[in-house]
């Protein structure tokens, strides 16, 4: 009877075995999927994970930066910025920012308009986007705040938040114009920049005007919904306001800006 016992034992862990479930793999083959699973997921990181980690966010170029804290003028700084890229071979066109998201890629030109590409992947630090007619600079992966253009033309990464990304490239040119120095005039009034990244003055909060198109290249412009636009430039950390004298014949906005005459008519140090 026991060999019976035994007999009927020995079949059912036989059976038991051959039917166990492929989950319950041998310590070999778990070792292997995870030795896969690695090789896959490294492979990623050179592709469009990069993009998402790493390279996100909003990127200026290297030498607007520059003249930008030595100018303190946007406008100036913008222009200049002109004069490099009309240097440059094969492609010109004006590009003041880029903007890297997930997967999309986009260009901010003469801060008047944008186009934007989906990216495809990375490779050899390239990123690869749809570039319809080959109409935009190819663009390369330097670090994780450096990109550059086919011309080694470097772009710096000056803010991860690309949500608001429109508010955060004013909010960035205007803490370097204004920092956060109170201006005041010999009557008492003050003007300077809000935590916000707009700019106070006249108990009015106004905004920067980065649009490059139709504007006068020596003369930055604060703007506000109804009211006048305010014309200023910085000289030895003393703010200029200007108005400007309207020319006989005028062609009316935009051109008085571009044309007009710019009168100082007060300062603030």
Request: glycine share 4%; proline share 3%; charged share 25%.
């Amino acid at each position: 009877m026991k060999n019976i016992i035994y007999l009927w034992l020995f079949f059912c862990m036989f059976y038991i075995n051959c039917n166990r479930p492929a989950s319950n793999a041998s310590p070999e083959i778990i070792q292997v999927n995870e030795k896969t699973e690695s090789i896959f997921s490294e492979i990623q990181k050179d592709g469009i994970l990069l993009i998402e980690n790493k390279n996100i966010g909003i990127y200026f170029p290297e030498n607007y930066i520059e003249d930008l804290l030595e100018t303190r003028s946007h406008m100036v700084s913008s222009y200049k910025l002109y004069d490099i890229f009309s240097e440059l071979s094969r492609i010109n066109k004006n590009i003041n920012a880029i903007i890297i998201f997930e997967d999309e890629i986009h260009f901010v030109i003469h801060f008047h308009e944008g186009v934007q590409y989906k990216i495809m992947d990375i490779s050899n630090n390239k990123i690869i986007f749809e570039n319809p007619y080959n109409s935009m600079p190819n663009i390369f992966v330097i670090d994780e705040y450096t990109i550059k253009d086919e011309n080694d033309f470097l772009f710096i990464k000056i803010n991860g938040d690309i949500n608001n990304w429109r508010i955060e490239i004013e909010s960035y040119i205007t803490e370097i114009i204004f920092g956060n120095k109170v201006y005041k005039n010999d009557i008492g009034n003050v003007i300077y920049r809000l935590e916000n990244g707009k700019i106070y003055y006249n108990d009015i909060e106004y905004q920067i005007s980065t649009n490059t198109v139709f504007n006068h290249k020596e003369y930055d412009t604060l703007y506000s919904r109804g009211q006048k636009n305010i014309y200023f430039r910085i000289n030895n950390d003393i703010i200029n306001i200007f108005q400007i004298k309207i020319p006989e014949g005028s062609f009316g906005d935009p051109m008085d800006q571009i044309l007009g005459e710019y009168i100082l008519i007060d300062e603030y140090k």
